[in-house]
């Protein structure tokens, strides 16, 4: 069986022992890495190739290009100002995409907005961002823009058609901000959009992605873009350095054979996005699931029917139902050969059922965050573990990284190419982005780890979901790893309930598979075989499902709600989670 830890081994580069990239050379050669003038220099290198494929919706990279420009001049003539934020909130789409390079055409900065916010959450998005356009679905903008208080800020909004009928407060005169169709605004005529709009320096060029929300504020991490395409959307074939310019970027596209990636993760979180600007700048090919729900047969049939080489999940809440689907339909997908995971890590269970799909298949886990670009990432078929790059460390409390074989748990961190910090808020900055005593500005990931006398590194989990019982802490995600290898589990989350003895007891929450459901006692004994035994759930609920957020993380914060309603020994509170089993149960053994 395959160890239920997750283990990366550091691999030391060239980055240097500094940490500080020597920024100023760094800078010299990053000068025109913007990602607007990226997008330009592959879409002139191999214009008539595909670019995005969605919702019936085929663009060339000459399309996309133009598309983006102009978007960029109905931007500009409706005053968007260099430097404007300008917030997109949409479902996966092809003008999603057009949109993110048209606000970056026009010299504005765009806002990711999730769609699953609420309106006082998308309203602290918007104010916090300081956006002044919005480019909506239209279902989702009535939700701020119908009768009533409206953002103040908004001066203007482009309309994605939705289906959604339109609504008297869209031509209502005087009612709030400009209002105009997304496919009229770029039919309408006009000159090109100055160019000089565009930052022509990376040094100028910001990119801006909100994180969080459902553990804490929505919080916008500010990047470089120069910093954001190598930490994050580079991609090098084995051997190969970094390109020195954004023409080297498009002749490495030109020259590769273009490969398809069904993304499924949503474009408003950073693992969809980052994976599909990744593609483009590769010169590929972005497929697009535009259903308004995760269905895993539309996904095969989707997959099957643009022949697609990769799909791109969001952990085995995507991953576990595909697997299910495919193993029923083992001739299906003859060009699927790779499986790639980002926003949370698969599971060694998921991993066998899609080798046992495909034994060839190349399954990659991503490592990283919105504040620490792509840490590292498994490779390869049989691969368990994540490979990390020299500017990763394990650091003790003083911010000095471990020395290998410590016995001692750090925080996991990243040097080197990072954000400049979180948009308007300097507390937060200081706490995430820390100085080490050797001058080394770090980013903490927010995960715990060991490093092995060979230099591995084993993650342990977040803080955030450390469990201290009976003076022990318990990182939530390696328990939930072990539970969730059990046949009969099909997710899980493990959180503390409040125990008057221990202060605080592990306790999972967990929906069944198909088959081979366990008991509670079943379940702990197969956490004994893996787990010291002060980490063993001492109680387990059963649900019909476990409750995700928006881009397929754990919601701890529902967890915590539920835990709290159920007795430690009763029945289920509420009614509405229980499974068919129908128990919650506790063991002391």
């Known amino acids: 069986m395959e160890t239920a830890k997750r283990t990366a ?17 760094r800078r010299d050669g990053d000068r025109r890495l913007t990602l607007a003038g990226l997008l330009r220099a592959v879409a002139a290198a191999v214009p008539e190739r595909t670019a995005l494929i969605g919702g019936g919706v085929r663009t060339t990279y000459a399309d996309l290009d133009a598309r983006a420009d102009r978007l960029a001049a109905h ?55 300081g956006s002044t356009a919005l480019i909506a679905e239209r279902s989702h903008a009535a939700r701020l823009l119908e009768p009533g208080p409206r953002p103040p800020q908004l001066r203007h909004t482009v309309l994605l058609d939705d289906g959604t009928p339109p609504a008297a407060w869209e031509s209502r ?13 770029l039919a309408a005529t006009g000159p090109a959009p100055d160019r000089a709009a565009e930052p022509d320096s990376a040094d100028d ?13 929505p919080k916008g991490v500010l990047w470089r873009q120069a910093d954001l395409f190598r930490a994050a959307l580079e991609w090098r074939g084995r051997g190969h350095p970094r390109a020195s310019s954004p023409e080297e970027v498009a002749q490495r596209a030109r020259d590769r054979a273009p490969r398809r990636l069904l993304v499924l993760g949503p474009l408003m979180h950073a693992a969809g996005q980052w994976n599909a600007l990744s593609v483009l700048f590769a010169g590929g090919t972005v497929v697009l699931c535009t259903d308004p729900a995760f269905d895993a047969q539309r996904v095969v049939d989707l997959a099957e029917a643009e022949r697609v080489h990769a799909v791109q999940v969001v952990g085995d809440t995507m991953a576990r139902p595909l697997a299910d689907r495919l193993a029923q339909q083992p001739g299906r997908c003859p060009d699927l050969a790779a499986l790639t995971s980002g926003g949370t890590p698969l599971t060694p269970a998921v991993r066998r059922m899609w080798r046992e799909w495909r034994p060839e298949v190349a399954i990659k886990d991503s490592y990283g965050g919105s504040e620490t670009g792509v840490c590292g990432a498994t490779g390869g078929a049989g691969a368990a573990g994540f490979a990390m790059g020299a500017s990763v460390a394990v650091l003790d409390e003083n911010l000095r990284p471990l020395p290998p074989g410590s016995e001692r748990v750090g925080r996991i961190a990243r040097t080197g190419r990072i954000p400049l910090g979180y948009y308007n808020d300097p507390e937060a900055t200081a706490r995430t982005f820390p100085v080490g005593p050797d001058g080394r500005r770090w980013v903490l990931s927010g995960d715990y780890g060991t490093v092995a006398e060979d230099g591995a590194v084993t993650l342990l989990g977040r803080g955030s979901a450390v469990v201290n019982t009976g003076g022990e802490k318990v990182f939530a995600e390696e328990v939930e790893s072990v539970v969730k290898s059990h046949p009969g589990v099909a997710d899980a989350i493990v959180v503390g309930a409040p125990d008057e003895v221990l202060g605080r007891r592990v306790t999972a929450i967990v929906s069944a598979a198909a088959e081979g459901a366990p008991d509670a006692e079943e379940l702990q004994t197969h956490c004994r075989r893996h787990l010291a035994g002060f980490k063993v759930p001492r109680t387990v609920h059963f649900v019909d499902h476990v409750r995700r957020t928006a881009v397929g993380k754990q919601d701890y914060r529902w967890a915590a709600d539920l835990v709290s309603a159920r007795s430690p020994d009763g029945p289920p509170a509420g009614g509405g989670e229980a499974s068919p089993q129908g128990r919650s149960s506790v063991s002391n053994r």
């Open 205 to 217: 060029a910001l990119y801006l992605l909100y994180t969080g929300g459902t553990t804490g504020q």
């Open 9 to 25: 081994r550091v691999r030391r580069t060239a980055a240097g022992p500094s940490g500080r990239v020597r920024a100023d050379a």
């Open 173 to 185: 005169a005087g009612a709030g901000p400009g209002v105009t169709d997304y496919t009229r605004a």
């Open 75 to 129: 931007l500009a003539a409706s005053g968007a100002a260099p430097g404007a934020r300008t917030a997109i909130l949409s479902r996966n789409r092809v003008e999603w995409l057009e949109a993110f390079f048209g606000v970056l055409r026009a010299g504005a900065v765009p806002v990711n907005l999730n769609q699953r916010y609420i309106r006082a959450e998308l309203e602290q998005v918007l104010d916090d961002s």
